[in-house]
T-cell receptor, first 115, second 112 residues
Framework: DVKVTQSSRYLVKRTGEKVFLECVQD?????MFWYRQDPGLGLRLIYF???????EKGDIPEGYSVSREKKERFSLILESASTNQTSMYLC??????????????FGPGTRLTVT | DAKTTQPNSMESNEEEPVHLPCNHS???????IHWYRQLPSQGPEYVIH???SNVNNRMASLAIAEDRKSSTLILHRATLRDAAVYYC?????????????FGKGTKLSVIP
């Protein structure tokens, strides 16, 4: 069974703290993604990576950075957490290829609260 | 990516078929039509995708209009477990993009 795991389901951090969200996939996928989901705004792409050490900005990269040192692991970093980064964070992975499918597999999400 | 339009919400009785519509009048020739769903407190999951022909899998069927400007996701017998938000998404493979752009989706309620 395919699996995307995220390090925590719930996380509470203080304003100004550095926050690491970890995501691991066991499907040998080339592509990995970080989204955030907020009520009324839907899912929005923060960053994605199509290869080790490669990254591309999504729609809302401000205030975030990412790291992909190994193929199976993609980390989202909040350098200095702020209250407007309170959200549900979702990681996903997909294979490359041109079949037209390339479905994304999502993790269960991390609900981050910044106080 | 081209835009999709879905109803905000729909209701269905348990064990009846459900037809979830999606309009995508500006679809391009290289856009695939994808459907994902998100159950409460979970990440989204892939349901089905297609390009021109109707598609079936173990979860659902996808009916695509001949002009490709609309599509319908069909759940043949709704169960309580199918209560979720359903997203219709266009992906342009011609642009080499692997991103998904989620809209607001349709919230499906299933009545016992």
């Amino acid at each position: 069974d395919v699996k995307v795991t995220q390090s925590s389901r719930y996380l509470v951090k203080r304003t100004g703290e550095k926050v690491f969200l970890e995501c691991v996939q066991d499907m040998d996928h080339e592509n990995m993604f970080w989204y955030r989901q907020d009520p009324g705004l839907g899912l929005r792409l923060i960053y994605f990576s199509y290869d080790v050490k490669m990254k591309e900005k999504g729609d809302i990269p401000e205030g975030y950075s990412v790291s992909r040192e190994k193929k199976e692991r993609f980390s989202l970093i909040l350098e200095s957490a702020s209250t407007n980064q309170t959200s549900m964070y979702l990681c996903a992975s997909s294979s490359s290829g041109t079949s037209g499918g390339n479905e994304q597999y999502f993790g269960p999400g991390t609900r981050l609260t910044v106080t | 990516d081209a835009k999709t339009t879905q109803p905000n919400s729909m209701e269905s009785n348990e064990e009846e078929p459900v037809h979830l519509p999606c309009n995508h009048s500006t679809i391009s020739g290289t856009d695939y039509i994808h459907w994902y769903r998100q159950l409460p407190s979970q990440g989204p999951e892939y349901v089905i995708h297609g390009l021109t022909s109707n598609v079936n899998n173990r979860m659902a069927s996808l009916a695509i209009a001949e002009d490709r400007k609309s599509s319908t996701l069909i759940l043949h017998r709704a169960t309580l477990r199918d209560a979720a938000v359903y997203y219709c998404i266009l992906r342009d493979y011609g642009a080499g993009s692997y991103q998904l752009t989620f809209g607001k989706g349709t919230k499906l309620s299933v009545i016992p």
